[in-house]
């Protein structure tokens, strides 16, 4: 057993983790740990790009407004106004420290993505912004003696005692390693879980570790029933996709069924470019109508040059696929994309266990609401993520407890496979049982299904592939009982037996002693 000590215990290497061990490195020591690698995360892979009212024509209220619309009444209003106004202030931070976005005409280009009344969207290399600004983030924290990284290193279990964390214990799998990491600020930044799903735009590495490791160690996590579906996924036969940025809809892409109508008109005065949750929703139904398996997106009306400069990764992509975007129509049909709760945060970060903090997709810290507006979770790790650095600071002397050995870890080959069909059926009963549109009869025998296979299950104790299956159910089941709980239609929850929604918008708070919270906002 190895034991590293840091004064920053950052788990997760997306735009999150990375910016916040950025900061925290200025004050100390930081342990960075990844599952995998530096580039395989949600933010690597963003295409969009990140939200801020930059433009003269624009401002932060309109901001607010576009983003507590989308959220469907469910938003903390002072956590929307940190994300819009503090947004600004670092993204003007990594502009001046060099990160480069688009331009047009010498200033800065910007996009237009669903639910945004004007161009907002900054990005980089057409719609590789993700990839960009990880890779411009990582270049400010090379070579840093404060920071060590990771990488190959699964956290299986906080340690945490009276509501008190004081670090995790870790698996570096490609060593075989145990490790025992001691921390007084333990930042959980690992992401969403919607790689949970069969149909995803989620890097495979997406399966809401960091949910459940929280909710195992006290945590509450809040409104976990609200998963949004991108509505533009590549669809193909094999079940290979990637996703076609929403950007390409706010450039003139648009969406038609398998007849060549435009069915997003008349639906809602946005057309193509309303929030997604009515979008996906509304490609839902016509699949439905048609007894077909996607529609289309459209961009044979676009300048040719102008797709190849802007859409490069996608114009490739579909290439591989005998594709020509600029004259091709896209199969297209929506895909899990983003987990909207999560580890409920207060405004700086802070869970409601001792030293822990959350923020990026893996926290709900009131931004989203019932429905996330497109481009702002960028924006939310560099927000989120620079104010729980400093409020571990503002905290000063911290409550330390100890840290004590466990068992020994090990990988036993001969459950891999049983571990990796068994994640594949319970990515099939997500799409099908707790997708767009849910109600109780699919939710209920989605729960039996989880049962069935936790039932059948011979799990190991400190096994590599009987952790990760007990973390995939605990975060599955998470998602399904939230959207029974959830008897209403609100943003990503839709149910067909619940269709209104109700007057008095409300969070569902899931805590380790099963108990489901509701908490009323006023
Ligand atoms: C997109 O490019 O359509 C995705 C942007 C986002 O999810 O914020």
């Not at 956290?155 to 921390?183: M, N, P, T």
């Not at 019932?370 to 002397?397: D, H, K, M, P, T």
């Amino acid at each position: 057993m190895k034991k590293f000590q840091s004064d920053y215990l950052i788990i997760g290497s997306g735009l999150a983790g990375l910016f916040s061990a950025y900061h925290a490195s200025q004050y100390g020591t930081v342990a960075l740990i990844t599952k995998h690698d530096l580039k395989t995360s949600s933010s690597f892979w963003a295409q969009g790009g990140i939200a801020a009212a930059i433009d003269k024509t624009d401002s932060t209220q309109n901001h607010v407004e576009d983003t507590l619309e989308a959220g469907r009444n469910l938003c903390d209003k002072k956590a929307v106004e940190i994300l819009v106004n503090e947004g600004i202030t670092r993204i003007e931070e990594l502009i001046k420290s060099g990160m480069k976005f688009d331009l047009l005409n010498g200033e800065i280009a910007l996009g237009l993505e669903g639910g945004h009344s004007r161009r907002r969207v900054l990005h980089a290399g057409g719609t590789s912004t993700g990839e960009k600004i990880v890779n411009f983030v990582l270049s400010m924290i090379k070579g840093n003696k404060n920071v060590t990284v990771f990488e190959n290193t699964l956290i299986h279990d906080l340690i945490c005692e009276d509501q008190v964390c004081a670090g995790a214990r870790g698996f570096k799998w490609d060593e075989k390693e145990d490790y025992l990491f001691g921390s007084k600020n333990i930042f959980l930044a690992s992401g969403g879980a919607s790689g949970i799903y069969f149909r995803t735009t989620n890097p495979h590495s997406s399966t809401g570790d960091g949910v459940s490791l929280a909710y195992n160690a006290g945590a509450e996590i809040r409104n976990m029933e609200f998963i949004q579906f991108h509505p533009t996924a590549f669809y193909s036969k094999s079940g290979e996709t990637f996703l076609i940025s929403e950007a390409a809809r706010g450039d003139g892409a648009y969406l038609v069924n398998h007849k060549d109508e435009r069915f997003m008109i008349g639906k809602h005065e946005l057309a193509e470019l309303a929030p997604r949750d009515v979008v996906s929703k509304a490609i839902f139904s016509e699949m439905l109508r048609s007894n077909l398996d996607c529609v289309y997106l459209k961009l044979d009306h676009i300048d040719g040059d102008y797709i190849k400069s802007r859409f490069p990764n996608i114009f490739n992509e579909a290439l591989k696929h005998d594709l020509d975007i600029r004259k091709d129509k896209i199969p297209i049909s929506p895909a899990a994309h983003y987990m909207v709760g999560g580890i409920k945060t207060d405004l700086n970060a802070r869970t409601n266990v001792k030293n822990l903090y959350a923020f990026g997709e893996v926290a709900s810290s009131g931004v989203h609401g019932a429905n996330r507006l497109a481009s702002n979770s960028l924006l939310e790790c560099l927000v989120f993520g620079y104010r729980a650095v400093q409020e571990s600071i503002n905290e000063g002397n911290k409550i330390e407890i100890g840290v004590k050995e466990e068992g020994s870890y090990s990988v036993n080959q001969l459950v891999e496979s049983n571990y990796l069909r068994s994640k594949n059926i319970i990515s099939r009963i997500m799409n099908r049982n707790v997708g767009i549109v849910r109600n109780e009869e699919l939710l209920k025998e989605a729960l039996l299904k989880l049962s069935e296979i936790e039932t059948s299950w011979n799990f190991e104790e400190y096994e590599y592939y009987s952790d990760r299956l007990s973390s995939l159910l605990v975060t599955s089941k998470m998602i399904i009982n939230g959207a029974l709980t959830r008897k209403e239609s609100r943003g990503g929850h839709i149910r067909e037996d619940y269709n209104g929604t109700d007057k008095q918008p409300y969070n569902l708070v899931q805590k380790k002693n099963r108990e489901i919270q509701t908490e009323v906002i006023n």
